[in-house]
């Protein structure tokens, strides 16, 4: 089976291509794509492949976008970590989505699917333009999974989000690391900023588990958290002014 995959997170598409040949050894990977832009170029220039899998926001775009542009005659699974909404939509619309992080039984049952020549349903509604009156939404909860299990974790549960050797970690209010498949440039424009803001590079953290503020050196600031992020959580020098405008509630 050729499978195309569109994932603007490297380590994901790693962890798909890694078990999609898990599964099947028989999978040939054609394409591995992060954008709509290139996915639209590699549809146009390539035949179609058997399967896909496309992330639901790249870095140009939501991967809807790739409908708009070219045509899609192929069966598309969707992933996605949120948005209940585009689930719906999906279901409808797509072969099939998953909830990231993938779980092994979910992906082999959607290649199943489409080995058994899974229909390519209509794309249509979800060219629809949205509707001027629904209001852009902050995520509402994660899904989280890890081992054989899953866990529900809202906004208010989230003392921070941290980034460790590559990978991405929520820790909750109870000190407990989760593993998200998410980097945080993207998580940030999830939350809402009048909660949340970005530390540094590798820190992303909520009003609620500031515990104190220490002067570091020149205009940065030291940052305690509740619970302890066991290094120094120190507010990056060119982050530091929009950092105190967000403490101020500006």
Do not use: C
């Not at 639209?40 to 992330?55: E, G, Q, T, V």
Request: no cysteine.
């Amino acid at each position: 089976m050729n499978i195309l995959i569109v994932e603007d997170e490297a380590a994901a598409a790693a962890r798909l291509r890694k078990m999609l040949q898990e599964i099947d050894p028989s999978v040939i990977i054609v394409g591995e794509v992060p954008t709509v832009a290139e996915a639209a170029d590699w549809i146009r220039s390539h035949a179609a492949p058997d399967l896909a899998f496309f992330d639901v926001r790249l870095a140009d775009g939501d991967s809807f976008a790739i409908f708009k542009t070219v045509d899609v005659e192929f069966p598309v699974v969707f992933a996605t970590a949120y948005d209940e909404f585009a689930i719906q939509a999906f279901r409808v619309n797509a072969l099939d989505y998953l909830l990231k992080p993938l779980k092994k039984a979910e992906v082999a049952e959607a290649l199943l699917r489409a080995g058994k020549g899974g229909a390519v349903r209509d794309h249509t509604p979800l060219l629809a333009p949205v509707e001027p009156t629904a209001p852009a939404a902050f995520v509402k909860r994660f899904l989280i999974r890890y081992g054989e299990h899953f866990k529900i974790v809202e906004p208010p549960q989230i003392a921070y989000i941290h980034s460790l050797q590559k990978n991405t970690f929520l820790r909750t209010k109870e000190g407990r690391d989760l593993p998200l498949d998410e980097s945080l440039d993207r998580l940030e424009k999830q939350l809402d900023p009048s909660r949340f803001t970005r530390l540094n590079r590798q820190l992303i953290v909520q009003i609620d588990s500031i515990k104190e503020l220490v002067a570091y050196s020149k205009s940065r600031v030291k940052v305690l958290l509740e619970p302890p992020y066991g290094e120094d959580a120190v507010v990056s020098s060119e982050r530091s002014a929009e950092f105190k405008r967000w403490l101020a509630g500006r």
